[in-house]
Nanobody, 116 residues
Framework: QVQLVESGGGLVQPGRSLRLSCAASGIIFSLYTMAWYRQAPGKERELVAI???????NFPDSVKGRFTISRDNGKNTVYLQMNSLKPEDTAVYYC??????????WGQGTQVTVSS
């Protein structure tokens, strides 16, 4: 059974940092492209960070320079380091593991709220 379990969300003040973790089980983690998405109320889910099996990363302009993504294949875990958080970063953050159209898995999500 495949499981992706996110942790690390919470309430944080603007300008502060937060690190999300996603622990995977039931997959050969090193063979999966891993990503973080987010979905704010009333908005579509959007990609915020992606890391390929060889460690190549990519980010949309909205988070570039503030967010970093990393992976530890020995721990089957992917991380999202979020710095200089803004109120508009408030959303539910989802972990995704992808290895093709029929190997596409999601976590349950973790809430991140940026507010003073």
């Amino acid at each position: 059974q495949v499981q992706l379990v996110e942790s690390g969300g919470g309430l944080v003040q603007p300008g502060r940092s937060l690190r999300l973790s996603c622990a995977a089980s039931g997959i050969i983690f090193s063979l999966y492209t891993m990503a973080w998405y987010r979905q704010a109320p009333g908005k579509e889910r959007e990609l915020v960070a992606i890391i390929t099996i060889d460690g190549t990363t990519n980010f949309p302009d909205s988070v570039k320079g503030r967010f970093t993504i990393s992976r530890d294949n020995g721990k089957n875990t992917v991380y999202l380091q979020m710095n200089s958080l803004k109120p508009e970063d408030t959303a539910v953050y989802y972990c995704n593991g992808y290895r093709g159209w029929n190997f596409n898995y999601w976590g349950q999500g973790t809430q991140v709220t940026v507010s003073s």
